[in-house]
C-alpha cells in the first residue's frame, strides 16, 4: 500500500539535544511538507520541498533543518536552537502542479508526538 | 497576505442531522484552491473535499459539500447524516496560485457528534 510514514509515534527528549524525525513516502511524490501542530491550533509549515537537493523555509523554520537527499525521503531536525519544540509534528507529499492532472492534495503521515523534558 | 479564519471552535450536532463549518479566508491571487482535512484524535489528516477557485459548481463528495460564495469568500463545508464517526477536528486550507503546492492552514473547529 502507498503512503507515507513517520516514526517514532511518540518521541521524548531532553531539553538541550537535538533529534531528528523520520519521514518516508512511496507514492512517488517530488514535493514534501513538514508542519507543526500546537494545541488548538492549526498546522503551522517549518520546511517544504518540491525536489531531490532543494528545500524551502516555511513560516516557522528557525530551530529546525531537513535534508533532501532521496525522493522518498525528507527527514527533520529540531535543533538545540528552538525555544518550545514540544509539539506534534506531521509530514505530507504531494505530486507538483506540473505534473498532476488533480488538485494535488497533501497526503499526511500519522504524525510524531515529540515531548521535550 | 493569504489567510484562513475559522470562527467556530466548537460544534455540536445531532446523529443524522446535518451540519455547518464556517471558513472565510482573504487572498488577492485569482486563482486558488480551497481543501478541508478532517483530523480524528489519532492525529493523522484526511482529506474531504476541495474546490478550486473557478469551479462554477460546489464540489460534493460523498456526505460533504462545500459551499463556496466567492464573493463573500467563504467556502463552508457541510455535512449530511451526521455520524458518531464524524466527531474530530476540521480544518480549512487554502493554496494560492497555481505554482506553488504550499497549504495554509485554519485554526480548525472540533465538530462532536453526539446520539
Known amino acids: 500500500d502507498g503512503g507515507i510514514t513517520q516514526s517514532p509515534k511518540y518521541l521524548f527528549r531532553k531539553e538541550g539535544q537535538n533529534v531528528t524525525l523520520s519521514c518516508e513516502q512511496n507514492?512517488?511524490?517530488?514535493?514534501m511538507y513538514w508542519y507543526r501542530q500546537d494545541p488548538g491550533q492549526g498546522l503551522r509549515l517549518i520546511y517544504y520541498s518540491q525536489i531531490v537537493n532543494d528545500f524551502q523555509k516555511g513560516d516557522i523554520a528557525e530551530g529546525y533543518s531537513v535534508s533532501r537527499e532521496k525522493k522518498e525521503s525528507f527527514p527533520l531536525t529540531v535543533t538545540s536552537a528552538q525555544k518550545n519544540p514540544t509539539a506534534f509534528y506531521l509530514c505530507a507529499s504531494s505530486p507538483t502542479y506540473v505534473e498532476s492532472t488533480s488538485y494535488n492534495e497533501q497526503f499526511f503521515g500519522p504524525g510524531t508526538r515529540l515531548t521535550v523534558l | 497576505a493569504q489567510k484562513i479564519t475559522q470562527t467556530q471552535p466548537g460544534m455540536f450536532v445531532q446523529e443524522k442531522e446535518a451540519v455547518t463549518l464556517d471558513c472565510t479566508y482573504d487572498?488577492?491571487?485569482?486563482?486558488?484552491?480551497l481543501f478541508w482535512y478532517k483530523q480524528p484524535s489519532s492525529g493523522e489528516m484526511i482529506f474531504l473535499i476541495y474546490?478550486?477557485?473557478?469551479?462554477?459548481q460546489n464540489a460534493t463528495e460523498g456526505r460533504y459539500s462545500l459551499n463556496f460564495q466567492k464573493a463573500r469568500k467563504s467556502a463552508n463545508l457541510v455535512i449530511s447524516a451526521s455520524q458518531l464517526g464524524d466527531s474530530a477536528m476540521y480544518f480549512c486550507?487554502?493554496?494560492?496560485?497555481?505554482?506553488?503546492?504550499?497549504?495554509?492552514f485554519g485554526t480548525g473547529t472540533r465538530l462532536q457528534v453526539f446520539p
Open positions: 507514492l512517488n511524490h517530488d514535493a
Open positions: 487572498t488577492s491571487d485569482q486563482s486558488y484552491g
Open positions: 486550507a487554502m493554496r494560492g496560485s497555481y505554482n506553488t503546492d504550499k497549504l495554509i
Open positions: 474546490q478550486g477557485s473557478y469551479d462554477e
